[in-house]
């Protein structure tokens, strides 16, 4: 089982959109989690990085994580053409803290 | 503008070739890391370092190795390539502050490797 499942997508939308991107984890030492966006030909950048269970906002972005559910979201506002990426999803447990990636949600936002 | 960078961005080479992926960067950082990306496949940890001298073997088995002689540089190796090591392979480096837990890394713009 891999430590962290997502849905490749691709995700297409309209400007505009509320967007939702979801993972799951099987790794309950998981404390850590975060959400990278990667461009087409780039490295990954972080976006958000959350400790345990809650919601943390920034801007657009809202990042939700229920441990109890071993569920991890990420919500875009008003989505824009220039959100299109591809977003990933990451966890990481205390000592080593090394995030563990899913493979990422390919999202299209279309003007 | 990055401070991590890999070269080269694109390389394509023969079997049976020796290879260094080039990784530095300028931020002063203590952990390095190699993942491995292929199309719509997880980043998978091959190595990572904790600072000089420091090298580790990550989730992935790899027949590539690594060193850290400089704080700064972090290179990737492979002896004798082949075509099943055709894929993206990432550079990163975090400040890895431990007790805050905010180990953010810092990602290179990756070199692309087909060996035919």
């Known amino acids: 089982q891999k430590e962290v499942e997502q849905d490749p997508g691709p995700l297409s939308v309209p400007e505009g959109a509320i967007v939702s991107l979801n993972c799951t984890y099987s790794?309950?030492?998981?404390?850590?989690f975060m959400w990278y966006r990667q461009y087409s030909r780039k490295g990954p950048e972080l976006l958000m990085y959350?400790?345990?269970?809650g919601n943390k906002e920034d801007g657009r972005f809202t990042a939700q994580v229920d441990k109890s559910s071993k569920y991890i979201s990420l919500f875009i506002r008003d989505s824009q053409p220039s959100d299109s990426a591809t977003y990933l999803c990451?966890?990481?447990?205390?000592?080593?803290?090394?995030?563990?990636f899913g493979r990422g949600t390919s999202l299209i936002v279309h003007p | 503008e990055a401070d991590i960078y890999q070269t080269p961005r694109y390389l394509v080479i023969g079997t049976g070739k020796k290879i260094t992926l080039e990784c530095s960067q300028t931020?002063?950082?203590?952990?390095m890391y190699w993942y491995q990306q292929d199309p719509g496949m997880e980043l998978h940890l091959i190595h990572y370092?904790?600072?000089?001298?420091?090298?580790e073997k990550g989730d992935l088995s790899s027949e590539s190795t690594v060193s850290r002689i400089r704080t700064e540089h972090f290179p990737l190796t492979l002896e004798s390539a082949r075509p099943s090591h055709t894929s993206q392979y990432l550079c990163a480096s975090s400040v890895g502050t431990g007790y805050s837990g905010a180990n953010v890394l810092t990602f290179g713009a990756g070199s692309r490797l087909t060996v035919l």
């Open positions: 790794n309950s030492a998981f404390q850590y």
């Open positions: 370092s904790y600072g000089v001298n420091s090298t």
């Open positions: 990451a966890g990481a447990r205390g000592g080593s803290y090394i995030p563990t």
């Open positions: 931020m002063g950082h203590d952990k």
């Open positions: 959350t400790y345990s269970s």
